[in-house]
């Protein structure tokens, strides 16, 4: 069964820091893998999805992630915070066409 | 386009009363998902029609919940007798194709 694990529940940065949101993932088949973002009481918005083709996949609003096989790993990241980035990030692994979520990790950007 | 709708936003209800929830895809989307986002519990898959095909309910937690998707188009998700452990938010996704899904604002639901 696809899993993924996401790395600290809360993460604080500056702005203008860099931003590392950790992912790793269990899967038995080449997976399917997202990030979505959630802002506060709205729904979940798309990033960036990586479905075998680059490694490395850039998103919406600056973010990238790398798809690393031998890590199992698709951290997420983004040169320089904003304050806006501020919300909730999950990531998630697409299994027999539902997603399977991560925990999530709040991003605490402070001025 | 329009994105995908749900309503109500918010609904309160008593413990032992039954709630529908409703769900308005993109246009043109085939497959249509129910999730539930609690505290306790994190982002949970429910259930998943796509077209015609008998619907995937091996996420529903109970028999007190049901979907129904009318026409290929709206979803109506309900529970029956609520409980205070099913307050939560309901989100609502669809996808045309089979990566890619697009996500309602949710309706947060609290049983009193």
């Known amino acids: 069964a696809q899993s993924v694990t996401q790395l600290g529940s809360h993460v604080s940065v500056s702005e203008g820091a860099l931003v590392l949101l950790r992912c790793n993932y269990s899967?038995?088949?080449?997976?399917?893998l997202f990030w979505y973002v959630q802002y506060p009481n709205q729904g979940l918005q798309l990033l960036l999805k990586?479905?075998?083709?680059?490694?490395l996949v850039k998103g919406i609003n600056g973010f990238e992630a790398e798809f690393k096989k031998s890590e199992t790993s698709f951290h997420l990241t983004k040169p320089s915070a904003h304050m806006s980035d501020a919300a909730e990030y999950f990531c998630?692994?697409?299994?027999?066409?539902?997603?399977?979520f991560g925990t999530g990790t709040r991003l605490l950007v402070s001025p | 386009g329009a994105g995908v709708s749900q309503s109500p936003s918010n609904k309160v209800t008593e413990k032992g009363k039954d709630v529908e929830l409703r769900c308005d895809p993109i246009?043109?989307?085939?497959?249509l998902y129910w999730y539930r986002q609690s505290l306790g519990q994190g982002l949970e898959f429910l259930i998943y029609?796509?077209?015609?095909?008998?619907?995937?309910k091996s996420g529903l937690p109970s028999d007190r919940f049901s979907a129904e998707r009318t026409g290929g188009s709206v979803s109506t998700l309900t529970i029956q007798r609520t409980q205070q452990e099913d307050s939560a938010v309901y989100l609502c996704?669809?996808?045309?194709?089979?990566?890619?899904?697009?996500f309602g604002p949710g309706t947060r639901l609290t049983v009193l």
């Open positions: 996704a669809s996808s045309r194709d089979t990566d890619t899904q697009y």
């Open positions: 899967s038995s088949v080449p997976p399917y």
């Open positions: 990586y479905t075998s083709a680059a490694t």
């Open positions: 998630a692994v697409k299994g027999f066409q539902k997603l399977v």
């Open positions: 246009s043109g989307h085939t497959a």
């Open positions: 029609f796509q077209g015609n095909s008998a619907p995937d």
